[in-house]
């Protein structure tokens, strides 16, 4: 991180926000995240909302092999990983939704 940075420093994902608007505007809308501690990465996040994770994913030529899956807060929730560059920056794509529990039926303890 650089306290020294200015805008213009964090054209690349900006830049590469642009160009994904203007050729996915249709999609849906992610959580959209700039950050002077990493000038080079754009992060889409979908929150309760892994169908926007997977349309974004294959929009921007992601393969399913390619997302790492973990669990976080003691299993309670889902999170998707999964990075690609474009136009020059590293474009982040993120997923997390709650991990449903699997339904005991029968009685079965």
């Known amino acids: 991180m ?3 940075l ?25 959580d959209v995240h700039v950050s002077t501690i990493y ?6 996040t979908f929150y ?9 994913r294959e929009a921007l030529g992601i393969t399913p092999d390619a997302v790492t899956y973990r669990k976080q807060g003691a299993g309670s929730t889902g999170v ?3 990075s690609v560059d474009h136009a020059g920056a590293t474009v982040q794509l993120r997923g997390y939704a709650d991990v449903v529990a699997p339904v005991v039926v029968g009685g079965a303890a």
């Open 2 to 4: 650089s306290e020294n």
């Open 6 to 30: 200015t805008l213009d420093d964090l054209a690349v994902p900006l830049r590469a926000l642009r160009l994904l608007a203007g050729d996915f505007g249709h999609l849906p809308a992610p």
């Open 39 to 44: 000038p080079e990465q754009l992060e889409l």
């Open 48 to 56: 309760d909302d892994l169908s926007g994770f997977e349309i974004w």
């Open 80 to 82: 998707l990983r999964a």
